[in-house]
């Protein structure tokens, strides 16, 4: 049995501890051994939950822990702390991964242990991780995600017919977007996840401050329609473009025959460009606490079959990038090449 | 520097070659070390190969081979006694896997070497690997798949009026389709790759015999006519049910609103549904000479970062399936439930 904490018991980490029950014995068949949340540490007052850290990482039985509070404290210190003691740490935190990957990526490697965050990107869908085992040897020239829910969602329904205002409400009410929508509908999420998928192909550090970006907030009823009649409709996107290299998040005019314009509602699709292997997509649920959920237990169990390796997402070997500022587009809406 | 051989100077084979020299330097970056082509086997007369298999097997730099030959001999033998040696063969070759791919990869785990055939399904497109890596804790209960890129090609052509005889030999024109089509257009190349899939995720090993295969040749331009003016299309899918468990390969009608729809061309899409991650695609190129070598080329870099171990993509593990038999359609086509 390999006992496991987990670091903030809200939608996500109760998800993991739901996903470790649910799938226990699938989890047997593939790691040859039980998962056991054996701490659950959060600042509510939850039965059976502690709320001292150091109970934790000075336990030895604790080899890895799932980091599922979000926000940059104490979700940053408990990190350093537990990889500092060899203790592998799974996040689904893309706010840390995008400020502190680096720094804790190379704590990790010195430490023998591992810093995965494949759930901080793209919630349930295997995206991470496939460009790390299954695309390290392609020259990724450019990526184009939908990559955040709420947006899509309230640009789904606006196709029906909705205006933005009523769209987001629908959104609030349904439980698809916060009370307070900023971070998600002017950009800033889908800014922070495409920073780090661009650090994970190129081999530079980009950080969410160097995103051109533009939210969805402009967008109305009859720019949805416009581009509906030409057989087109309207995303908000997450660019990288390794010519420059450029970072642009805005609302883009897709065609009907690209495969992001099926990708509705709450999912995700991320566009991969290889020159070797062309285009590829990923496509899943980008939040939700179950698809999320799933994603850091399946980086717990890859730490789990690495106990005392480093597994490196290249995070550690990253320099600071240099970005060239995104043209402004010709017209209100970008374009994909 | 690793040295491996080919076996198989094909489409494929070359492509490997071709892609080791041109991302030589992403290579050394991922793997940390250099791909060395030191043999290349085939029964034609090229310059600088080799036709008798003992000359690399019996090198003992040699730790990695790709079997790019297709068809069950002399592949299989060639298989067979490399692995018996200890070592690993990356396979394109689905013929082989659904055959043998049990009794191989046995060997294999005896032998602390791998058998892996990222390529036998899918194309260039990430699938076995995530499956196994990512999705090793999912309850997979459902797979979809676009899996023929010639099928597609047809059916995408007829979409522009074309009759299904026109878009045959416009496929065959354009090097997508074979002079003797059959495997494809009949569903069987189909049937192989969702026989691999399904045997991947149940731990049973299901064989291309027992899939119950329609093939594309019966569909009609007014068929596609009808289907588009339902706002849906018709694809040859593999689908496999684990409630039965059911394997068919047949035309379906695919509505607007589900993501296989936007498939087109050569390009394939393979919907995965998992009890905890909902529903997942993976899309890409799913044939062509590159992006097949590409994923060959991602399993020998696996390989070469494991030697000495094996890497058990559960073939070892699996028992002979019991199917049940597909119930017919109630109408000409089959609907994805």
Same mark, same amino acid.
């Given at each position: 049995m390999i006992n496991i904490a987990i670091l903030?018991?809200?939608?996500?980490?109760?998800?993991?501890?739901?996903?470790?029950?649910?799938?226990?014995?699938?989890?047997? @068949?593939?790691?040859?051994d039980y998962l056991h949340v054996k701490y659950i540490l959060?600042?509510?007052?939850?039965?059976?939950?502690v $709320?001292d850290i150091n109970i934790i990482v000075n336990d030895p039985d604790i080899k890895i822990i799932c980091?599922? /509070?979000?926000?940059?404290?104490?979700?940053?210190?408990y990190t350093h702390l537990a990889l500092e003691r060899g203790i592998s740490v799974?996040?689904?935190?893309?706010?840390?991964?995008?400020?502190?990957?680096?720094?804790?990526?190379?704590?990790a490697?010195?430490h023998n242990c591992s810093?995965?965050?494949?759930?901080?990107?793209?919630?349930?869908?295997?995206?991470?991780? &496939?460009?790390?085992?299954?695309?390290?040897?392609?020259?990724?020239?450019?990526?184009?995600?939908?990559?955040?829910?709420?947006? $899509?969602? *309230?640009?789904? @329904? /606006?196709?029906?017919?909705?205006?933005?205002?009523?769209?987001?409400?629908?959104?609030?009410? @349904?439980?698809?977007?916060?009370?307070?929508?900023?971070?998600?509908?002017?950009?800033?999420?889908?800014?922070?996840?495409?920073?780090?998928?661009?650090?994970?192909?190129?081999?530079?550090?980009?950080?969410?401050?160097?995103?051109?970006?533009?939210?969805?907030?402009?967008?109305?009823?009859?720019? *949805?329609?416009?581009?509906?009649?030409?057989?087109?409709?309207?995303?908000?996107?997450?660019?990288?473009?390794?010519?420059?290299?450029?970072?642009?998040?805005?609302?883009?005019?897709? &065609?009907?025959?690209? &495969?992001?314009?099926?990708?509705?509602?709450?999912?995700?699709?991320? /566009?991969?460009?290889?020159? *070797?292997?062309?285009?590829?997509?990923?496509?899943?649920?980008?939040?939700?606490?179950?698809?999320?959920?799933?994603?850091?237990?399946?980086?717990v *169990?890859?730490c789990a079959?690495t106990l005392g390796q480093?597994?490196?997402?290249?995070?550690?070997?990253?320099?600071?990038?240099?970005?060239? &500022?995104?043209?402004?587009?010709?017209?209100?809406?970008?374009?994909?090449?």
């Open positions: 903030g018991f809200g939608t996500i980490g109760s998800g993991v501890a739901e996903v470790i029950e649910r799938n226990s014995s699938e989890i047997k @068949n593939v790691l040859g959060d600042i509510r007052d939850i039965p059976g939950a $709320n980091e599922t /509070m979000g926000g940059k404290e104490p979700a940053y210190t799974c996040s689904s935190n893309k706010e840390l991964v995008d400020a502190y990957g680096v720094e804790l990526s190379i704590i490697r010195e810093y995965l965050f494949e759930a901080s990107v793209g919630g349930g869908i295997p995206i991470i991780r &496939p460009l790390r085992e299954s695309c390290g040897h392609e020259k990724i020239t450019k990526i184009a995600g939908i990559l955040n829910g709420t947006c $899509n969602y *309230i640009l789904t @329904n /606006m196709r029906a017919g909705k205006t933005f205002d009523e769209a987001l409400k629908e959104a609030q009410d @349904n439980g698809f977007a916060e009370r307070n929508p900023a971070a998600d509908i002017e950009g800033h999420d889908t800014a922070r996840k495409i920073a780090i998928l661009a650090s994970l192909v190129s081999g530079q550090k980009f950080s969410y401050e160097q995103v051109n970006c533009t939210g969805i907030t402009e967008v109305t009823l009859q720019d *949805i329609i416009d581009a509906e009649n030409e057989n087109s409709t309207i995303k908000l996107l997450g660019v990288y473009d390794s010519e420059g290299p450029y970072l642009t998040v805005a609302p883009y005019i897709i &065609p009907q025959t690209c &495969p992001l314009y099926s990708v509705n509602s709450v999912f995700n699709g991320i /566009m991969i460009h290889g020159t *070797i292997v062309d285009d590829l997509m990923f496509y899943g649920r980008g939040a939700g606490k179950l698809p999320t959920a799933s994603a850091v237990v399946s980086d *169990i890859e079959k480093n597994i490196n997402n290249n995070f550690a070997d990253l320099k600071p990038a240099e970005v060239k &500022p995104t043209e402004p587009p010709e017209s209100k809406f970008r374009y994909l090449e």
